[in-house]
């Protein structure tokens, strides 16, 4: 059996996802966020980022996604997996296997939700960034890992008022994670 860079990268992207996601309500391993990751599928679309949705038909695949990682999660007792903790655990994957490898301006990747946090809704409302405050606080109330799908959406929504035109990862300016 050969090691590709497919591989490598599924590993890696896995890894960070399965430590972001997981929450002090619903903690679980990373070979458990891997296997949650395995059964969305997302590992097949690693190669190359032509293999992604098109931006129009993003958010309905990543609903798909979320609801693939929530029956996977559910199956391992891990019942308190939302929306909200499957989208971060599907965009730190996504993040680090595509984003973060060089396909950044890439349409498909441009469209990719980014991970979202407290950190990142508490920058947002802080800033009333892109006149979206009342999103921001309605989210920040809610709390990032307690999402529900609409509610996930409505962020991402907001995001995308916010931006404009940028590619979604730009969002991440805003994100003092890495401080």
């Known amino acids: 059996m050969s090691y590709t860079i497919e591989e490598h990268k ?25 296997s949650i990751v395995d ?48 989208a971060k655990l599907i965009n730190v994957y996504l993040k680090g296997a595509f984003v973060c490898a060089g396909h950044q301006m890439h349409a498909n990747v441009a469209a990719l939700h980014p991970p979202i946090d407290s950190l990142l809704l508490d920058e947002l409302y802080d800033g009333a960034i892109g006149g979206q405050r009342q999103v921001w606080a309605a989210a920040r109330k809610i709390r990032w890992s307690k999402f529900n799908s609409d509610q996930y959406e409505s962020v991402i929504d907001g995001i995308r008022i916010a931006l404009g035109d940028s590619p979604l990862w730009h969002v991440e300016r805003y994100w003092r994670g890495y401080q």
Not at 44 to 62: E, G, N, R, V, Y
Request: glycine share 6%.
């Open 10 to 34: 599924h590993r890696y992207a896995a890894w960070a996802a399965s430590r972001a996601a997981s929450t002090k309500t619903c903690r679980f391993s990373v070979l458990q966020g891997k």
């Open 39 to 86: 059964a969305t599928g997302l590992p097949l679309l690693i190669a190359a980022p032509s293999l992604l949705p098109s931006p129009q038909d993003l958010d309905a695949k990543h609903r798909e996604w979320r609801n693939a990682a929530i029956k996977s999660a559910n199956t391992m007792g891990l019942n308190d997996f939302t929306h909200g903790i499957a």
